[in-house]
Protein backbone atom coordinates (compact mmCIF):
# COMPACT_ATOMS: atom_id res chain seq x y z
CA UNK A 1 0.00 0.00 0.00
CA UNK A 2 3.00 2.46 0.24
CA UNK A 3 2.81 2.76 -3.62
CA UNK A 4 3.86 6.43 -4.94
CA UNK A 5 0.95 7.71 -7.22
CA UNK A 6 1.67 9.79 -10.39
CA UNK A 7 -0.26 13.33 -10.69
CA UNK A 8 -2.59 13.10 -13.81
CA UNK A 9 -0.37 14.12 -16.63
CA UNK A 10 -2.83 17.57 -17.46
CA UNK A 11 -2.23 18.74 -14.14
CA UNK A 12 0.05 19.99 -12.01
CA UNK A 13 -1.50 18.57 -8.22
CA UNK A 14 -2.31 15.11 -9.55
CA UNK A 15 -6.24 16.49 -9.61
CA UNK A 16 -7.69 17.05 -13.70
CA UNK A 17 -8.10 20.48 -14.33
CA UNK A 18 -11.55 21.98 -14.43
CA UNK A 19 -13.17 22.19 -17.97
CA UNK A 20 -11.81 18.63 -19.00
CA UNK A 21 -13.23 18.23 -22.62
CA UNK A 22 -13.10 14.29 -22.37
CA UNK A 23 -13.55 12.90 -25.82
CA UNK A 24 -13.81 15.19 -28.71
CA UNK A 25 -17.00 15.29 -30.39
CA UNK A 26 -17.62 13.17 -33.04
CA UNK A 27 -14.87 10.62 -31.58
CA UNK A 28 -16.39 6.99 -32.17
CA UNK A 29 -15.33 3.80 -29.99
CA UNK A 30 -13.43 0.65 -31.17
CA UNK A 31 -16.21 -1.02 -31.71
CA UNK A 32 -17.85 1.50 -33.87
CA UNK A 33 -14.75 1.86 -36.20
CA UNK A 34 -14.20 -1.56 -36.65
CA UNK A 35 -18.02 -2.49 -37.42
CA UNK A 36 -17.44 0.71 -40.03
CA UNK A 37 -14.17 -1.05 -41.18
CA UNK A 38 -16.22 -4.68 -41.87
CA UNK A 39 -18.92 -2.83 -43.38
CA UNK A 40 -16.45 -0.74 -45.45
CA UNK A 41 -18.05 -1.66 -49.08
CA UNK A 42 -20.25 -4.26 -48.24
CA UNK A 43 -23.47 -1.75 -47.56
CA UNK A 44 -25.03 -2.11 -51.38
CA UNK A 45 -24.69 -6.67 -51.33
CA UNK A 46 -26.01 -5.66 -47.07
CA UNK A 47 -28.96 -3.38 -48.43
CA UNK A 48 -30.01 -5.96 -51.50
CA UNK A 49 -30.18 -8.92 -49.16
CA UNK A 50 -32.40 -7.05 -46.83
CA UNK A 51 -35.16 -5.94 -49.37
CA UNK A 52 -34.90 -9.10 -51.11
CA UNK A 53 -35.86 -10.75 -47.78
CA UNK A 54 -38.14 -7.77 -47.04
CA UNK A 55 -39.85 -8.72 -50.26
CA UNK A 56 -39.92 -12.31 -49.19
CA UNK A 57 -42.23 -11.89 -46.56
CA UNK A 58 -39.18 -11.80 -43.72
CA UNK A 59 -41.03 -9.51 -41.04
CA UNK A 60 -37.64 -7.85 -39.49
CA UNK A 61 -36.66 -6.62 -42.32
CA UNK A 62 -39.91 -5.54 -43.80
CA UNK A 63 -39.73 -3.20 -40.74
CA UNK A 64 -36.30 -2.18 -41.22
CA UNK A 65 -36.82 -1.05 -45.42
CA UNK A 66 -40.52 0.71 -44.07
CA UNK A 67 -38.24 2.20 -41.31
CA UNK A 68 -35.66 3.68 -43.56
CA UNK A 69 -38.47 4.50 -46.33
CA UNK A 70 -40.81 6.07 -43.61
CA UNK A 71 -39.56 7.43 -40.79
CA UNK A 72 -42.01 7.31 -37.66
CA UNK A 73 -43.57 10.52 -37.46
CA UNK A 74 -42.67 12.12 -34.05
CA UNK A 75 -46.04 15.11 -34.70
CA UNK A 76 -48.81 15.37 -36.37
CA UNK A 77 -50.47 18.07 -37.86
CA UNK A 78 -53.32 19.56 -35.06
CA UNK A 79 -56.37 20.83 -36.10
CA UNK A 80 -58.99 22.27 -34.01
CA UNK A 81 -61.23 25.38 -33.28
CA UNK A 82 -59.97 27.93 -31.36
CA UNK A 83 -60.87 31.25 -30.49
CA UNK A 84 -58.43 34.30 -32.18
CA UNK A 85 -55.81 35.49 -30.13
CA UNK A 86 -55.67 38.80 -29.77
CA UNK A 87 -53.47 39.64 -26.81
CA UNK A 88 -52.89 37.99 -23.13
CA UNK A 89 -56.43 38.62 -22.23
CA UNK A 90 -57.78 35.81 -24.76
CA UNK A 91 -55.34 33.28 -23.44
CA UNK A 92 -57.98 32.10 -20.75
CA UNK A 93 -60.63 31.31 -23.34
CA UNK A 94 -57.77 29.37 -25.80
CA UNK A 95 -56.41 27.33 -22.82
CA UNK A 96 -60.19 26.13 -22.45
CA UNK A 97 -60.72 25.29 -25.53
CA UNK A 98 -57.20 23.29 -25.50
CA UNK A 99 -58.99 21.57 -22.46
CA UNK A 100 -61.87 20.80 -23.98
CA UNK A 101 -59.69 18.94 -27.29
CA UNK A 102 -58.05 17.24 -25.07
CA UNK A 103 -60.83 15.95 -23.13
CA UNK A 104 -62.98 14.90 -26.44
CA UNK A 105 -59.71 13.29 -27.85
CA UNK A 106 -58.64 15.70 -30.27
CA UNK A 107 -55.34 16.30 -29.07
CA UNK A 108 -53.64 14.23 -26.49
CA UNK A 109 -52.99 15.32 -23.16
CA UNK A 110 -48.77 15.77 -24.21
CA UNK A 111 -49.74 17.32 -27.34
CA UNK A 112 -52.67 19.86 -25.02
CA UNK A 113 -49.54 20.05 -22.77
CA UNK A 114 -47.01 21.49 -26.27
CA UNK A 115 -49.69 23.80 -26.97
CA UNK A 116 -49.97 25.34 -23.42
CA UNK A 117 -46.55 25.87 -23.82
CA UNK A 118 -46.89 27.85 -26.71
CA UNK A 119 -49.65 29.76 -25.27
CA UNK A 120 -47.08 30.30 -22.60
CA UNK A 121 -44.19 31.40 -24.26
CA UNK A 122 -46.98 33.71 -26.83
CA UNK A 123 -48.06 35.56 -23.01
CA UNK A 124 -44.62 36.37 -21.94
CA UNK A 125 -44.12 37.68 -25.17
CA UNK A 126 -46.89 39.71 -24.97
CA UNK A 127 -45.54 40.72 -21.97
CA UNK A 128 -41.93 41.50 -22.83
CA UNK A 129 -43.60 43.81 -25.51
CA UNK A 130 -45.88 45.73 -22.95
CA UNK A 131 -42.92 46.21 -19.93
CA UNK A 132 -40.58 47.40 -23.14
CA UNK A 133 -43.18 50.12 -24.34
CA UNK A 134 -44.19 51.00 -20.36
CA UNK A 135 -40.42 51.62 -19.80
CA UNK A 136 -39.85 53.75 -23.02
CA UNK A 137 -43.23 55.75 -21.97
CA UNK A 138 -41.37 56.09 -18.64
CA UNK A 139 -38.28 57.18 -19.96
CA UNK A 140 -39.38 59.81 -22.59
CA UNK A 141 -41.58 61.36 -20.18
CA UNK A 142 -38.45 61.34 -17.80
CA UNK A 143 -36.41 63.12 -20.67
CA UNK A 144 -38.75 66.18 -21.03
Known amino acids: MDEIRKPAENSDNGRFKPGNPGKPKGARSRATLAAEALLDGEAEKLTRVAIDKALEGDPVALRLCLERLVPPRKDRLLTFDLPPIGGAKDH ?34 IETAEIVGRLEALEARGAK
Open 92 to 125: PAVLVSVLEAVAGGDLTPSEGQAFAALMEQHRRA
